[in-house]
Nanobody, 119 residues
Framework: QVQLVESGGGLVQAGGSLRLSCAAS??????MAWFRRAPGKERDFVAG????????YYANSVKGRFTISRANSKNLVLLQMSSLKPEDTAVYYC??????????????WGQGTQVTVSS
């Protein structure tokens, strides 16, 4: 069982930056990802990273602006968000997969952290 705790959310002006962190405990050598749920919308995939950090994946809406990375020695997964837009406003969730690559459905979730981008 993996426990995930997100941090780093907050209020930022459009064009600004934030860095989200996900601290994992338990068995942690899994592929991981960030998802987000905007008000009134479904939860959407944002970015994912394989267990060794060798491959990353991004939603088209964040490509070139967000960067996912991981520090396995510290059981951390980071999401660096730049050039933020009001439409990036959402609750951001960290998640793990059951294997080493980003595929299928995520199966463990954190509690989420709120990101609000003002115009």
């Amino acid at each position: 069982q993996v426990q995930l705790v997100e941090s780093g959310g907050g209020l930022v002006q459009a064009g600004g930056s934030l860095r989200l962190s996900c601290a994992a405990s338990g068995r942690t050598l899994y592929a991981m990802a960030w998802f987000r749920r905007a008000p009134g919308k479904e939860r959407d995939f944002v970015a994912g990273i394989n267990s060794d950090g060798g491959r990353t994946y991004y939603a088209n809406s964040v490509k070139g602006r967000f960067t996912i990375s991981r520090a396995n020695s510290k059981n951390l997964v980071l999401l660096q968000m730049s050039s933020l837009k009001p439409e990036d406003t959402a609750v951001y969730y960290c998640a793990t997969y059951s294997g080493a690559v980003v595929t299928g459905a995520a199966n463990s979730w954190g509690q989420g952290t709120q990101v609000t981008v003002s115009s």
